[in-house]
C-alpha cells in the first residue's frame, strides 16, 4: 500500500494527524462535553415522523436557502433577530471554516487568546490563513483592557473569542466583547458553543449596529444533538450573504433540516436537562476540591481540573476502571464533561481510587 509521505499531498500537511478525542466504549463517557441524558422519548418520535416524511422526497436536493430551519433558530434564539440573520451548517466547525473561507486565505490573519478550542488553528491551517495564540491572563481569564490592547496592536483579520472558553470553562463578559469589537476593524467571532450552561448574558444581544461581530452557536451540547451535526451563526444579514457565497451546494441534508426544525419545536424539553448538569459540573467542582485538585471556575457542562503530577497516567488508571474523561494537553491538568448523577458518583469513587 501506498505512504501518505509518497503521495503529493500540500506541504503544510505533511506530518500532521487528523483531529479527534478518542472514541471508546467504555461505562463511564466524560470527554467530549456531550450530553449524557439523551433526547426524550416524545421528542424523538416527532424527529423520526419528521425523516419519515422527508424520506419520499429524497429524490429532489433539499431547500439550499433553509429558510424554514433559519427561522426556527431565529424564534429560539430570540433578541429579535430575523431569520435573514441566521446560518447553518454541519457542526459549528462547518461555521467556522465557511466564516475563515469567507473572510480569511491567504495574507489574512487569525487570533485567538489560549488555551483554547483545539480546532481554530486547523481551521485556519486549512484555509490557509495566518493563525497566533495569545496566552489568557490568571486563572485563563481576559479582561477588556487586556483583549482590546492586543487586538489593537495585532490588527488580525479574524479574531475568535470562545465564552464560554473550551477547555477552561472560563466565560466571558460583555463588556470584554464590546471592548474587543471597537478594538480592531476585523471580522470578531464569539463562539457560545456551551452558552446554554452559562448564567452570563449572551453576546447575542449586542449584534444590533455591529455587522462585524458574529456568534457561533451549535446544538451538540445543550440540545443533546451532537449525533445530528447542526452548528449555526447569528449575525449581520451581509454576513450570512458572504457565507452563501463559500458554502457547498446543498450543503445542509434534507434529513439534517428536518431533525434539527423537530428538535427546535420541543426547545423546552431538549434543554430540561441543563439544570441537573449544571448541578452536577458543580458537584464535581466540590468533589474533586475535597480530593486536594483545584477546579477551575466554570460556566460550561465540564470543569478543567488541576493538581495531577502526572495527568496521561491518571487518564490511563481510569480508563481501565471504566470512566473515560481529557487530557487536553495543560500540564497537570484534565478535563471532565458534567454528566448524569450516577456517571458523577463513578467518576469521583474512581478517581478518588486511582489517587490514594
Same mark, same amino acid.
Not at 267 to 286: C, F, G, H, P, Y
Not at 290 to 308: I, Q, R, T
Not at 317 to 323: N, S, T
Not at 335 to 351: F, H, P, Q
Given at each position: 500500500?501506498?505512504n501518505?509521505?509518497?503521495?503529493?499531498?500540500?506541504?503544510?500537511?505533511?506530518?500532521?494527524?487528523?483531529? %479527534?478525542a478518542?472514541?471508546?466504549?467504555?461505562?463511564? =463517557?466524560?470527554?467530549?462535553?456531550?450530553?449524557?441524558?439523551?433526547?426524550?422519548?416524545?421528542?424523538?418520535?416527532?424527529? /423520526?415522523?419528521?425523516?419519515?416524511?422527508?424520506?419520499?422526497?429524497?429524490?429532489?436536493?433539499?431547500?439550499r436557502?433553509?429558510?424554514e430551519?433559519?427561522?426556527s433558530?431565529?424564534?429560539?434564539l430570540?433578541?429579535?433577530? /430575523?431569520?435573514?440573520?441566521?446560518w447553518?451548517?454541519?457542526?459549528?466547525?462547518?461555521?467556522?471554516?465557511?466564516?475563515? =473561507?469567507?473572510?480569511? %486565505?491567504?495574507?489574512?490573519?487569525?487570533?485567538?487568546f489560549?488555551?483554547?478550542?483545539?480546532?481554530?488553528? &486547523?481551521?485556519?491551517?486549512?484555509?490557509?490563513?495566518?493563525?497566533s495564540?495569545?496566552?489568557?491572563?490568571?486563572?485563563?481569564?481576559?479582561?477588556?483592557?487586556?483583549?482590546a490592547?492586543?487586538?489593537?496592536?495585532?490588527?488580525?483579520s479574524?479574531a475568535?473569542?470562545?465564552?464560554?472558553?473550551?477547555?477552561t470553562?472560563?466565560?466571558?463578559? &460583555?463588556?470584554?466583547?464590546?471592548?474587543?469589537?471597537?478594538?480592531?476593524?476585523?471580522?470578531?467571532?464569539?463562539?457560545?458553543a456551551?452558552a446554554?450552561?452559562?448564567?452570563?448574558?449572551?453576546?447575542?444581544?449586542?449584534?444590533?449596529?455591529?455587522?462585524?461581530?458574529?456568534?457561533?452557536?451549535?446544538?451538540?451540547?445543550?440540545?443533546?444533538f451532537? %449525533?445530528?451535526?447542526v452548528?449555526?451563526l447569528?449575525?449581520?444579514?451581509?454576513?450570512?450573504?458572504?457565507?452563501?457565497?463559500?458554502r457547498?451546494?446543498?450543503?445542509?441534508?434534507?434529513?439534517? =433540516?428536518a431533525?434539527?426544525k423537530?428538535?427546535?419545536?420541543?426547545?423546552?424539553q431538549?434543554?430540561?436537562?441543563?439544570d441537573?448538569?449544571? =448541578?452536577?459540573?458543580?458537584?464535581?467542582?466540590?468533589g474533586?476540591?475535597?480530593?486536594?485538585?483545584?477546579?477551575?471556575?466554570?460556566?460550561?457542562?465540564?470543569?478543567?481540573?488541576?493538581?495531577?503530577?502526572?495527568?496521561?497516567?491518571?487518564?490511563?488508571?481510569?480508563?481501565d476502571?471504566?470512566?473515560?474523561?481529557?487530557? /487536553? %494537553?495543560?500540564?497537570?491538568?484534565?478535563?471532565?464533561?458534567?454528566?448524569?448523577?450516577?456517571?458523577?458518583?463513578?467518576?469521583?469513587?474512581?478517581?478518588?481510587?486511582?489517587?490514594?
Amino acid at each position: 500500500m501506498t505512504n501518505l509521505n509518497d503521495l503529493p499531498i500540500r506541504d503544510d500537511l505533511r506530518g500532521e494527524k487528523p483531529y %479527534g478525542a478518542p472514541q471508546l466504549h467504555v461505562p463511564v =463517557q466524560l470527554n467530549v462535553n456531550e450530553n449524557s441524558f439523551g433526547i426524550p422519548e416524545a421528542v424523538a418520535l416527532d424527529i /423520526v415522523e419528521s425523516l419519515a416524511a422527508e424520506v419520499l422526497t429524497l429524490n429532489r436536493y433539499p431547500d439550499r436557502e433553509f429558510l424554514e430551519l433559519r427561522s426556527s433558530l431565529a424564534n429560539y434564539l430570540g433578541y429579535d433577530l /430575523v431569520p435573514e440573520q441566521l446560518w447553518a451548517a454541519n457542526g459549528s466547525n462547518e461555521i467556522l471554516t465557511q466564516i475563515f =473561507q469567507a473572510f480569511g %486565505g491567504p495574507g489574512k490573519t487569525s487570533l485567538s487568546f489560549g488555551p483554547t478550542y483545539s480546532m481554530y488553528p &486547523n481551521i485556519a491551517r486549512l484555509t490557509l490563513t495566518e493563525y497566533s495564540q495569545l496566552d489568557r491572563e490568571a486563572e485563563y481569564s481576559l479582561s477588556a483592557d487586556f483583549v482590546a490592547g492586543e487586538l489593537a496592536r495585532t490588527k488580525p483579520s479574524i479574531a475568535i473569542l470562545c465564552s464560554p472558553n473550551n477547555p477552561t470553562g472560563t466565560p466571558i463578559t &460583555n463588556d470584554v466583547i464590546i471592548a474587543a469589537y471597537e478594538a480592531f476593524d476585523g471580522i470578531l467571532i464569539v463562539d457560545e458553543a456551551y452558552a446554554e450552561f452559562s448564567s452570563l448574558e449572551s453576546a447575542l444581544g449586542l449584534l444590533a449596529g455591529r455587522p462585524r461581530l458574529l456568534i457561533s452557536r451549535t446544538m451538540s451540547k445543550a440540545f443533546a444533538f451532537a %449525533g445530528a451535526r447542526v452548528g449555526y451563526l447569528a449575525a449581520d444579514s451581509a454576513v450570512i450573504d458572504a457565507l452563501r457565497i463559500v458554502r457547498l451546494p446543498y450543503h445542509l441534508s434534507a434529513l439534517t =433540516q428536518a431533525a434539527a426544525k423537530a428538535a427546535l419545536r420541543h426547545s423546552d424539553q431538549m434543554l430540561a436537562n441543563v439544570d441537573l448538569i449544571k =448541578q452536577q459540573r458543580d458537584r464535581i467542582s466540590a468533589g474533586v476540591r475535597l480530593l486536594g485538585l483545584k477546579p477551575y471556575a466554570s460556566e460550561s457542562n465540564f470543569v478543567l481540573v488541576e493538581g495531577f503530577e502526572d495527568p496521561n497516567d491518571i487518564f490511563e488508571k481510569l480508563l481501565d476502571r471504566g470512566v473515560l474523561i481529557r487530557n /487536553v %494537553g495543560i500540564p497537570n491538568t484534565l478535563r471532565i464533561t458534567a454528566g448524569t448523577e450516577s456517571e458523577t458518583t463513578r467518576l469521583l469513587t474512581e478517581l478518588a481510587l486511582v489517587l490514594d
